[in-house]
C-alpha cells in the first residue's frame, strides 16, 4: 500500500485479532466479517432454526435489508421478541458489536464491496420494485385508523409509515 494506511480493515470476530488491528493501527475502522457471523447463527440458534423456518429469512432480512438505523433497530427488536430470544446471551454479545459488522452503521464508514456495476444496479432495481409492489398492493396494520393514520398509509412507503405510527 506503498506506506499508506488502510481506511477500514475488516476482520474475523477473534480477541487477538482485533487487539493485533487496534494496536497497529488505531486510527483505522475496525468492522468484523458479518460473512463469519452469519455463519455462526445456525450453530448458536440451532433450535430455533429447526422450530421455525422463517427464523433464518427475517434474521437475513433485518441485518441486510435495514437501511438506516431505527429501522434495524425495530426489526432486531420485533425477531428478539417473535422468537423469544432476550436471554440469549450470543445474540446479545453480537448486538453489543453491531455496528462493527451490520451493513447499515458498517457503510457510514464507506467500504467498497466489490461488485460488478450491472449486478449492483439490477439488484437496487429489484429491491426497488419489490417495495413498491407490497407499498402498492398491501395495506400496512393500523393502529388507531385516525383519517390522518389512514392517508400517512396511502402515502408514505411501508418504512416511513413506521416511523410515522412511533
Given at each position: 500500500m506503498l506506506?499508506?494506511?488502510?481506511?477500514?480493515?475488516?476482520?474475523?470476530?477473534?480477541?487477538?485479532?482485533?487487539?493485533a488491528v487496534?494496536?497497529?493501527?488505531?486510527?483505522?475502522?475496525?468492522?468484523?466479517?458479518?460473512?463469519?457471523?452469519?455463519?455462526?447463527?445456525?450453530?448458536?440458534?440451532?433450535?430455533?432454526?429447526?422450530?421455525?423456518?422463517?427464523?433464518?429469512?427475517?434474521?437475513?432480512?433485518?441485518?441486510?435489508?435495514?437501511?438506516?438505523?431505527?429501522?434495524?433497530?425495530?426489526?432486531?427488536?420485533?425477531?428478539?421478541?417473535?422468537?423469544?430470544?432476550?436471554?440469549?446471551?450470543?445474540?446479545?454479545?453480537?448486538?453489543d458489536i453491531?455496528?462493527?459488522?451490520?451493513?447499515?452503521?458498517?457503510?457510514?464508514?464507506?467500504?467498497?464491496?466489490?461488485?460488478?456495476?450491472?449486478?449492483?444496479?439490477?439488484?437496487?432495481?429489484?429491491?426497488?420494485?419489490?417495495?413498491?409492489?407490497?407499498?402498492?398492493?398491501?395495506?400496512?396494520?393500523?393502529?388507531?385508523?385516525?383519517?390522518?393514520?389512514?392517508?400517512?398509509?396511502?402515502?408514505?412507503?411501508?418504512?416511513?409509515?413506521?416511523?410515522?405510527?412511533?
Amino acid at each position: 500500500m506503498l506506506g499508506a494506511c488502510p481506511k477500514t480493515i475488516i476482520i474475523d470476530q477473534d480477541a487477538a485479532i482485533t487487539n493485533a488491528v487496534a494496536s497497529v493501527f488505531p486510527a483505522v475502522n475496525h468492522h468484523y466479517c458479518m460473512w463469519h457471523i452469519e455463519k455462526k447463527v445456525s450453530e448458536y440458534l440451532n433450535y430455533i432454526y429447526h422450530e421455525h423456518t422463517e427464523f433464518k429469512s427475517q434474521f437475513w432480512k433485518c441485518i441486510h435489508q435495514s437501511i438506516i438505523v431505527e429501522e434495524f433497530e425495530f426489526d432486531w427488536e420485533a425477531m428478539i421478541d417473535k422468537y423469544g430470544l432476550q436471554d440469549n446471551k450470543w445474540l446479545e454479545k453480537i448486538y453489543d458489536i453491531h455496528a462493527k459488522w451490520i451493513p447499515t452503521f458498517v457503510h457510514q464508514n464507506f467500504v467498497l464491496e466489490c461488485l460488478p456495476p450491472k449486478k449492483c444496479s439490477y439488484a437496487r432495481y429489484k429491491k426497488e420494485r419489490e417495495k413498491t409492489f407490497k407499498t402498492v398492493n398491501s395495506k400496512p396494520l393500523m393502529q388507531t385508523y385516525y383519517p390522518m393514520e389512514e392517508k400517512a398509509s396511502k402515502v408514505y412507503t411501508r418504512k416511513l409509515f413506521k416511523i410515522f405510527l412511533k
